[in-house]
């Protein structure tokens, strides 16, 4: 069985190569409206999948749920859900924001930075005390410099299903 690390690490290489580069979604069967991209490696397989309402607020955005859950040997041993409303717009400074992290194998609630801007853009990522890769939740927020100052949020909670040893 792998172990924390070795599960972590592959959670990085995924989420490098998956939706925080752009990469190409794929539909998933048995789930109308779920879009999403897998990674595999040997014994390990990750699925980043996600939905997002296809009516969006004209000032908000678009509401979204995902999940990213990663098997061993076709037996599920980690898992991340999130969910919130984040406008079209902000989509591609979210992505990098999300890869800052992920290109430096930085855990921070299995998002981005605490704090990452660009132009009037502000990614702020708030995980709740004590988060490990193994047991985490908090929140994430974009801001846009401007009168309203809000651009979405979105809450995530995660980890072990599997008694991993670190």
């Not at 309203?148 to 008694?163: A, F, N, T, V, W």
Request: glycine content about 12%; charged content about 25%; hydrophobic content about 35%.
């Amino acid at each position: 069985m792998a172990d924390l690390k070795e599960i972590e690490a592959f959670f990085f290489e995924a989420m490098r190569a998956g939706y925080a580069a752009g990469s190409e979604t794929t539909k998933i069967p048995k789930m109308p409206g779920f879009k999403g991209i897998p990674y595999n490696k040997g014994k390990l397989y990750l699925l980043d999948c996600w939905a997002v309402s296809p009516v969006g607020h004209k000032v908000i955005g678009n509401k979204s749920v995902g999940q990213t859950i990663i098997w061993e040997n076709r037996i599920p041993v980690w898992w991340m859900q999130y969910s919130g409303i984040y406008p079209k717009e902000v989509i591609v400074f979210l992505r990098k924001a999300l890869l800052e992290n992920y290109s430096r194998n930085i855990f921070c609630g299995g998002r981005g930075p605490k704090i990452f801007s660009e132009g009037s853009l502000i990614y702020i990522n708030d995980p709740d005390p004590g988060g490990r890769f193994d047991f985490f939740s908090g929140k994430e927020k974009i801001l846009v410099r401007s009168e309203d100052g809000s651009s979405g949020l979105h809450r995530y909670r995660g980890g072990c299903l599997e008694i991993l040893m670190p």
